[in-house]
């Protein structure tokens, strides 16, 4: 698919089919953790994939409410350095463009208890979770959003009040 069109076409989804992912889409999005860019090409982070039913129940009770975490086939935990969050982003925005390419739904999930989800995955102390994925093959096909127009999102040379 067009790379634009990638972009364009994916979206957030909540509901996902029960259906076991086949390994060879697994090995793209793993590829694509892999490949993705980080600062000083340090590649500080990993990233766990919980397939297990009761360990994602578990991870969904703390994940503020949002049970979608736990009816996803996959939940992908990114772990890295305290302050490394930067470059573990770029690696997951990577993973979940690949996701849409191979017809897979992704929801990114940001609001979780951190420390008792690093408690359940086993996370040592000297890492942090700042990133939860929800992964598998959609069982909804969410509208797009509304975006701003580029005027009140790009500016040259200097900071432009938008709608001035």
Do not use: S, W, Y
């Given at each position: 698919m067009?790379?634009?069109?990638?972009?364009a076409q994916r979206r957030s989804v909540r509901k996902y089919k029960k259906d076991p992912l086949p390994e060879r889409k697994l090995r793209r999005l793993y590829e694509a953790l892999r490949l993705a860019p980080s600062g000083?090409?340090?590649?500080?982070?990993?990233?766990i994939f919980v397939k297990d039913e009761a360990k994602r129940l578990q991870i969904a009770t703390q994940a503020c409410h949002q049970?979608?975490?736990?009816?996803?086939?996959?939940?992908?935990?990114?772990?890295?350095e305290p302050g490394g969050s930067f470059d573990v982003a770029i690696a997951v925005d990577h993973m979940i463009l690949a996701a849409a390419n191979a017809g897979l739904g992704t929801c990114w999930v940001g609001w979780f208890e951190r420390d008792i989800v690093k408690r359940i995955l086993g996370v040592p102390d000297s890492k942090e979770v700042p990133i939860l994925v929800a992964i598998g093959s959609a069982d909804e096909e969410p509208p797009a959003r509304p975006r701003k127009p580029l005027e009140d999102l790009i500016m040259t040379d200097r900071y432009v009040t938008p709608g001035t």
């Open positions: 067009d790379f634009t069109k990638v972009i000083g090409n340090r590649q500080n982070h990993c990233f049970e979608f975490v736990a009816q996803a086939p996959i939940l992908m935990a990114a772990c890295c």
